[in-house]
């Protein structure tokens, strides 16, 4: 067993096949100092970049690209960096210690590893990593991908009503997300060119199972956590880690390298995972500004200007100026002598980091899920929805993230005039639920079923993957197992197919693929040459119908900046579903509907029939640096096949941005019975960015196959597909 010789004497540790390590340790100081060593080991290169990114130094590295560009933007326009220092001093002493130890282990892994030559080649020179680095990197970590998600509906919305896009236009694509009073009063907003953008076009979403010990068949809880993150990459976003904490307690699972913490996981009492929780985190107001100053519906108020110098890669540094108030961050020109009024963007919980922190070592020393309960409480930069476990077989689940209080007129979707400080919603109104009657819980970004839920999640992700996962959960008999969670969480089918095709069928038109693809929908066998090919019809027809109902809408000019452009489907898919559905005849009655489909079916068996469409997706996963450019030396896989779909629980999307294509999909699943040791990973890939180093590439095939390795002293048969 090889060692490390850390702050309070010798860690103990393994690496696994996949290169993964098990650690002992004595305390959660030394579990922090020893996962800071393995990070900057293991994925040094993978940290500085993303801290890079945080710091708005995005086109330094690629040169002036539509992303980079979007992505220094997004940086500045929230100010990452604006108040590292005051988040670091808010921190508790005991939070402060675990993030002072990674720092550490980090700087410790630092000097054995030494610095890249690829992070001096893009000028990244070698520096401590801090805790205000720590801080930084999970903001861009919590926005991208994320709170993106939440920041996409009122700058779209803001851009369409800005550039005349009708009543009825909005209303089909925010259905109950956008009430009367704001359709008809929407603020005039003179919108800056390329402000949507910056909220980007991430795809995908996550599943998580919780089973009370009543329906287990150990008499443990068991929990799934099936994050939906970027694939096709080596290394894989997530790191698996074990570390003993002394005392016969212990932390098992995935985290994100940089943070002193796990992300998906389990101590000896509780364990946790996430999906993401689309709560309203992001205002978008209409402010009236001149001469810098802006009016907050009561008095005209001095705006504070920043000015930030953002390099570009070949070319001169450029200065963007922005302009900061108690409401956020106003984009545009507020110096003109003529009264404008310009979009103000707030993240509500961007100022409030160093609670997220304390949420998560709150977390490692609770010791049931009531006490888990309490610890998400306190988190306020990111939305989620955390799903939990203990060790005497309860379960809970409970939303994250702050969301500020919004006027009865407002859904938070359309921005609005100034209507007052931001003030947090009542915590009583934050969506949760302990020990759920039914045995079991189960969460893919769908909107909470609480009174309050339409308040804080107005624009959740589609009904697909919820409703086939709770299909599956209530169709079960019998105790269950972690292989009968895997069965869940790695299906095949789709449930919005089940559920739209019914109603489409007497509308479609009298062709056999069109019946057949019916009578598919009606019983999916979610395997199979055959299931497949229908899979991959019903994703072109969805797609070129909802194509078909945004030009009858928007025009093709809108319609191909918000789905080409901006890749936005995903923002209002849950809304126009629910058109689709034939549920809002005001915004899509039937013969329309039977006219979309008309034209959209040639379109569908045309693209269904190109080998780049069809399912299940063949890839190639690729360096994450290189790109497949240096494929020939061994730094990427061979193609390996991702069954599944768009919309189902298994869950495979793929968008291209500004030329370059992102897979997404389960990007580091997790089990554990909370009645044994330890935990079952299954990640795409192994531990190492370097193309020599422990576990690099390795795994992706049985990845793919949904087989599962053991951690943390886990026993019993691998919980895989293959097993059962």
């Known amino acids: ?352 980091t160093h609670r997220d922190f304390e949420s998560v070592i709150a977390l490692v020393r609770a010791r049931d899920v009531d006490a888990a309960v309490e610890a998400h409480r306190l988190m306020s930069t990111l939305s989620l929805e955390a799903v939990l476990a203990d060790s005497s077989g309860r379960i809970a689940r409970v939303h994250t993230g702050r969301v500020d209080r919004r006027p009865a007129t407002s859904r938070g979707v359309i921005p609005r005039a100034p209507d007052g400080p931001p003030i947090a919603c009542d915590e009583a109104t934050r969506p949760l639920a302990i020990d759920p009657p039914a045995g079991w819980i189960v969460s893919a970004n769908a909107r909470p079923v609480e009174p309050s839920g339409a308040a804080w999640v107005p624009m959740p992700e589609p009904h697909a993957r919820i409703d086939r996962l709770t299909a599956l959960m209530a169709a079960t008999q019998g105790p269950l197992e972690l292989r009968d969670l895997t069965s869940v969480i790695l299906d095949h089918c789709d449930a919005g197919a089940q559920r739209l095709l019914p109603i489409w069928a007497p509308l479609l038109p009298d062709h056999p693929k069109a019946k057949a693809l019916v009578a598919w929908a009606a019983q999916q066998p979610g395997h199979g040459d055959a299931h497949f090919e229908s899979l991959t019809l019903w994703v072109a027809l969805h797609g070129a119908v909802s194509r078909a109902l945004y030009e009858a809408a928007l025009g093709e000019a809108r319609t191909r900046r918000l789905l080409d452009d901006l890749v936005a489907d995903l923002v209002f898919h849950y809304q126009v579903e629910g058109a689709l559905a034939l549920e809002r005849p005001a915004q899509l009655a039937a013969d329309k509907l039977r006219g979309l489909l008309a034209a959209a079916f040639p379109r569908a068996l045309e693209q269904a029939s190109s080998p780049q469409h069809r399912l299940p997706r063949r890839d190639r996963f690729k360096n994450f640096l290189f790109a497949g450019k240096l494929s020939w030396l061994g730094f990427d896989s061979k193609p390996v096949v991702n069954p599944g779909g768009p919309t189902t629980p298994r869950q495979i999307t793929a968008v291209s941005v500004a030329g370059q294509e992102f897979v997404f999909g389960g990007a580091g699943r997790f089990l554990c019975d909370m009645s044994k040791p330890g935990g079952w990973y299954c990640n795409s890939g192994g531990a190492s960015e370097r193309r020599f180093g422990p576990g690099y590439g390795k795994g992706v095939d049985a990845w793919a196959r949904g087989t599962f390795v053991p951690m943390g002293g886990a026993n019993g048969p691998a919980p895989s597909l293959d097993a059962k």
């Open 1 to 352: 067993m090889a060692s490390l010789q850390g702050p309070s004497g010798a860690i103990e540790y393994t690496r696994d096949a996949l290169g993964f390590p098990s650690v002992e340790s004595r305390s959660l100081a030394d579990s922090a100092w020893a996962r800071g060593w393995f990070h900057a080991v293991d994925r040094l290169v993978q940290v500085q970049l993303a801290l890079a990114i945080g710091r708005g130094e995005a086109m330094a590295l690629l040169g002036d690209t539509v992303f980079a560009r979007n992505a220094a933007r997004m940086s500045h326009v929230h100010g990452f960096t604006v108040d590292l220092d005051a988040q670091v001093s808010a921190l508790t002493p005991e939070v402060r210690a675990v993030v002072d130890a990674y720092c550490a282990g980090f700087a410790a892994g630092v000097r054995s590893r030494g610095w890249p030559l690829l992070l001096r080649a893009a000028g990244i020179k070698p520096a401590g990593y801090r805790p205000q680095d720590m801080i930084l990197l999970y903001r861009v970590i919590s926005w991208f991908g994320l709170t993106q998600l939440a920041e996409m509906p009122p700058l779209l919305t803001g851009e369409l009503a800005a550039g005349g896009a009708s009543k009825e236009a909005l209303a089909l694509l925010l259905g109950d997300a956008a009430t009367d009073d704001e359709l008809a009063g929407a603020p005039t907003v003179t919108w800056p060119d390329g402000l949507a953008s910056i909220a980007g076009s991430p795809r995908g979403g996550s599943n998580a199972v919780a089973v009370a010990a009543a329906r287990s068949a150990s008499g443990g809880a068991l929990l799934a956590g099936d994050p939906h993150m970027e694939i096709a990459r080596i290394p894989p976003v997530l790191y698996a880690m074990h570390t003993g904490l002394g005392g016969g307690d212990a932390l098992t699972g995935l985290g994100i390298p940089g943070l002193a913490w796990l992300s998906f996981g389990r101590t000896t009492h509780v364990g946790w995972a996430y999906t993401y929780g689309h709560g309203a985190a992001v205002d978008v107001r209409g402010v009236r500004c001149r001469k810098g100053e802006m009016h907050d519906g009561e008095a005209w108020r001095p705006l504070t200007r920043r000015t930030a110098t953002v390099p570009v890669r070949k070319r001169p540094a450029e200065t963007w100026t922005f302009w900061d108030c108690a409401l956020g961050t106003i984009v545009g020109d507020v110096e003109a002598a003529t009264e404008v009024s310009l979009p103000c963007v707030r993240w509500s919980g961007l100022r409030e």
